[in-house]
């Protein structure tokens, strides 16, 4: 048997509107050992079926097929299948998938932007940041006063021939949601959030289904979104714009081959519907009780609401984008196992986990009943609802007003981090036997294929590995988030230090590429990469008006980082390419910095320190070690852990950069400038060891992570590593064999005991029990990865963190590397290294991973001190198996081996 499956194209099944030049990929599956492509054929055919490429290649590849053939048109759609022979003489055949272009020139772009001439309410959301954090400013419950309803934008037309092809083209600033007759065409959250002035993406959605012959309408709402909304850690609105606006070309294509366009101009009529607002984090306010439940015609009557014409802008197309990755679905909808009548006789709902989507409800009440639905990710130590979530509109509450038929309700321009929900208006007897019924949650997020699996014989461990999956898929939404709650924002740092673990649980391939994308577009002209990618203006009153300086050490890096671990991962040098001009000119800022910025006035310095001072950067502000547990538990201020660490971290993650750039520059066949950098790296490793090491080791602060970045950053040699990591191991031991790590080096802790002789000690924190810890968390009963370890205390109390924070479930990729032993020896998992750790305490682990090539799996069990490990590798990979100290050289197939331990 020899198979090609999931085929795609730009990393997609059968995508729709992209525009960038069709990529191909499919993976291979083979019974048979060793097998390999020895040639593959691909052919593409337009809509009449005509061949407009069609190559043979003699060569094992099977992804990153670049498409070289006739030049593709605007908005057809294409079929293309894949043979593959092999070593074997035996040949594969894919299915047939499609893709089908988007608007490839923009001067077909022939629509105006158009908006209501909506009267918006003054923003008077707080900007004094100290009065936000403190807790000073609460959500409003009154919201309906300062947020804008969703405008409906219509237009009605007539259909009298019969349809070929009709293809909606649409995006908006603000979120919109499209309706055919009634009916919702659009895609979820659409058009995602991207650096909206540079990159707009739209969505292209075939609707020939939905036209025959007659009359028909068009009603699109458009809401507030990442465009006008509360977003980001300030909850502030406005942030890309004051108002929203809708662009939409829509092309008919009638059976006679004549063709129709209706496009958005002033023509289309605009109202106010149901919605009283809709806010992407406070929530929706929907009353039915005024109108007919989903009738725009009939709001046309409504008392004060009336019809008129829009206004058309000029905002242009030249940020349009079609599609890159897989966008925001409704990945799967869950039911309620429980509802709780807490102590304070509140009905609040059970999800069972931790989730980020929307409650949706259907039900039947009477006429000006006022439902409320208010979404938290915890309850209080009592068992009562707690509002978890600091800082201003926040609410996460959505208000439905009952109107005279049965409501289904399900938001459209909201969504929530939650797992319990309170319901008022609604009383107990009526809802008691029959919740399951009223109450589904959706489950939202870009939709990316699940690639990692790992089962070991301990359940908190597989509970743990669990938790991150379900804190990954709750964050990676249209971009990679920190939070689902409070901020979801893209932070750099968080995406950084979980790049590994995201790569084996998704493939995040094309979600994050789109994301460096936005990333490059957002890098300011002296080199800074922005915190938050896209950027938000009101970040200002965090960071202080008018400053100079932007970033941060460990967050601003990611742009070398995550490129560097993506090409590691999917073997594409093109990640690099692209990537390239930014991480130069990312590391000359920090460069420059170092080198001409010094902590200390010249007449303080020997002419030794003037010259280590150019390698350090030790000027600015910077996150530092971020949170770590004993100054938290000590200050609460995450501040203290930044200002305590923020130097001799930031001078780490300087020689990091470089050390990657050194890769990096090799890869791509930049020789001089590998040794540019290999020079700049000793340098700053030097100058690190000599400003912050003493004789005996001790590096100043005096903290677990500081000894990890070091030790790991290769800034520590000679007699001084063995002292620096007896240091790092006596901290761990006085902290009660507790890990006191922040963001950054929490993601290299375990490496640096394995790498140096301390094992026992890694899986010790590992397992350890006892807060701060993993399993602490999944023994308070967390469902996903909390933002502080302590979030909920060990005396149960529950603080205001965020439950859902992916950035500490680092450590899934140790446990897929360490423990399943899977690790990356040539990139795009071409070579395989397979190291299972048989001492880590466990007596089996089942790890899968689908790589581009196919699927890599590796389960070993242990017994009476024998071990059994089956390995399976997909076509064109090979392995080296290490085990006991002895390597073992395997192809590609099935494996099975075993031994003494
Ligand atoms: C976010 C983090 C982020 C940090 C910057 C926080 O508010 O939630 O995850 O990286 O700020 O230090």
Request: aromatic fraction near 12%.
């Given at each position: 048997m020899y198979k090609i499956y999931d085929l795609k194209c730009n990393k997609m099944n059968n995508p729709i509107g992209i525009d960038l030049t069709p990529c191909f990929s499919w993976r291979l599956e083979s019974d048979r050992q060793d097998t390999?492509?020895?040639?593959?054929?691909?052919a593409v055919y337009d809509e009449k079926q005509s061949c407009v490429w069609r190559e043979s290649n003699k060569s094992s590849e099977c992804f990153n097929i670049n498409y070289k053939g006739e030049e593709l048109k605007s908005s057809n759609k294409y079929t293309y299948c894949v043979k593959s022979y092999n070593n074997h003489g035996e040949v594969a055949e894919s299915e047939t998938k499609e893709f089908t272009m988007g608007i490839l020139d923009k001067s077909i772009w022939c629509a105006k932007w158009i908006e209501a001439p909506q009267a918006r309410k003054p923003l008077l959301d707080e900007t004094d940041s100290g009065a936000v954090f403190s807790g000073a400013v609460k959500s409003k419950e009154n919201q309906e006063e300062f947020l804008n309803p969703p405008v409906y934008l219509k237009k009605s037309f007539n259909i009298e021939k019969s349809v070929k092809k009709a293809t909606v083209y649409a995006t908006a600033h603000g979120i919109y949601d499209l309706n055919f007759d009634g009916v919702s065409v659009g895609e979820v959250l659409a058009p995602g959030y991207t650096v909206y002035n540079k990159y707009l993406e739209y969505q292209q959605i075939d609707v020939t289904d939905k036209l025959f012959k007659g009359s028909h309408e068009i009603v699109c709402i458009l809401a507030d979104g990442w465009y006008t909304g509360k977003i980001g850690l300030m909850g502030i609105g406005n942030q890309y714009g004051e108002t929203n606006a809708f662009l939409m070309q829509f092309e008919i294509e009638y059976e006679d081959n004549t063709k129709e366009l209706i496009i958005t101009d002033k023509s289309f009529e605009w109202y106010e519907g149901e919605y009283k607002y809709a806010d992407l984090f406070v929530g929706e306010f929907v009353d039915y009780s005024a109108q007919e439940y989903n009738a725009p015609d009939s709001a046309k009557?409504?008392?004060?609401?009336?019809?008129?014409?829009?206004?058309?802008?000029?905002?242009?197309?030249?940020?349009?984008?079609?599609?890159v990755c897989e966008s925001v679905r409704i990945l799967r909808y869950m039911k309620p196992v429980e509802l709780l009548v807490t102590p304070k006789n509140e009905l609040v709902l059970d999800v069972g986990e931790n989730i980020v989507g929307y409650t949706k409800m259907t039900v039947r009440a009477k006429k000006g009943t006022v439902i409320g639905l208010e979404h938290s990710e915890v309850l209080d130590k009592d068992g009562n609802f707690l509002q978890n979530i600091m800082g201003q509109n926040k609410n996460q509450k959505d208000i439905i007003v009952c109107g005279d038929k049965e409501v289904v309700y399900e938001p459209k321009f909201t969504f929530h981090g939650f797992r319990y929900v309170k319901v008022t208006g609604l009383c107990k007897e009526d809802i008691e036997t029959s919740f399951s019924e009223i109450f589904e949650f959706a489950v939202l997020g870009s939709d990316l294929e699940k690639t990692g699996e790992f089962v070991t014989s301990n359940e908190k461990i597989n509970r743990l590995q669990e938790n991150i999956f379900r804190s990954q898929q709750g964050n990676m939404l249209s971009v990679p988030t920190d939070c689902p709650q409070r901020e979801r924002a893209g932070w750099t740092g968080d995406m950084q230090i979980y790049t590994d673990t995201a790569v084996f649980n998704m493939n995040v391939d094309k979600f994050l590429e789109k994301w460096l994308e936005n990333m490059r577009l957002e890098q300011l002209a002296d080199g800074q990469i922005p915190n938050i990618i896209p950027q938000m203006d009101s970040n200002k009153y965090i960071d202080g008006e008018n400053k100079k300086h932007v970033c941060s050490a460990g967050w601003g890096d990611a742009c070398v980082i995550i490129p560097y671990k993506l090409y590691r991962a999917y073997g594409d040098k093109k990640i690099l390419k692209d990537n390239y001009e930014m991480m130069k000119k990312w590391t000359a800022y920090v460069e420059k910095q170092a080198g001409t910025t010094f902590s200390k006035m010249p007449e303080e310095m020997t002419a030794e320190e003037k010259e280590r001072q150019k390698y350090l950067w030790n000027t600015e502000f910077h996150f530092g070690d971020w949170l770590i547990p004993s100054i938290m538990k000590k200050t609460g201020n995450p501040m203290e852990t930044a200002v305590l660490t923020k130097e001799p971290v930031a001078t780490a993650m300087y020689a990091y950069t470089t050390a990657l750039m050194i890769e990096v520059n090799t890869v791509l066949g930049n020789f001089d400038e590998a040794k540019r950098y290999t020079k700049l790296n000793k340098k700053i490793r030097e100058a690190f060891s000599d400003e912050y090491i003493d004789e005996n080791g001790i590096i100043k602060p005096d903290l677990q992570g500081i000894y990890v970045l070091a030790i790991n950053m290769g800034m520590v040699s000679g007699n001084k590593l063995e002292k620096c990591i007896e240091r790092l191991?006596?901290?761990?031991?006085?902290?009660?064999?507790?890990?006191?790590?922040?963001?950054?080096?929490?993601?290299?802790?375990?490496d640096t005991l394995c790498d140096n002789g301390h094992s026992d000690l890694a899986y010790k924190l590992l397992y350890q029990t006892k807060c701060p810890s993993w399993l602490y968390e999944v023994d308070m009963g967390a469902t996903t990865i909390w933002e502080n370890w302590s979030a909920i205390r060990p005396d149960g109390t529950r603080t205001n963190s965020s439950y859902n924070h992916f950035a500490f479930g680092c450590v899934g990729d140790f446990m897929y590397r360490k423990i399943g032993g899977l690790n990356i020896g040539e990139a795009g998992f071409k070579k395989l290294i397979i190291v299972p750790d048989f001492e880590c305490g466990l007596e089996f682990a089942h790890t899968k991973y689908l790589s581009e090539y196919g699927e890599v799996a590796v389960d070993w069990k242990l017994k009476d001190n024998k071990y059994n490990i089956l390995i399976k590798l997909p076509p064109n990979t090979s392995g080296s198996v290490k085990l006991n100290n002895k390597t073992v050289e395997i192809g590609n197939g099935r494996f099975e081996l075993s031994g003494n331990i």
């Open positions: 390999f492509q020895t040639a593959y054929e691909i009557t409504n008392n004060n609401k009336y019809c008129s014409n829009v206004i058309e802008k000029d905002y242009g197309c030249d940020n349009l984008r079609g599609r191991v006596e901290l761990i031991h006085q902290n009660g064999d507790c890990l006191d790590t922040g963001f950054l080096s929490v993601p290299f802790l375990l």
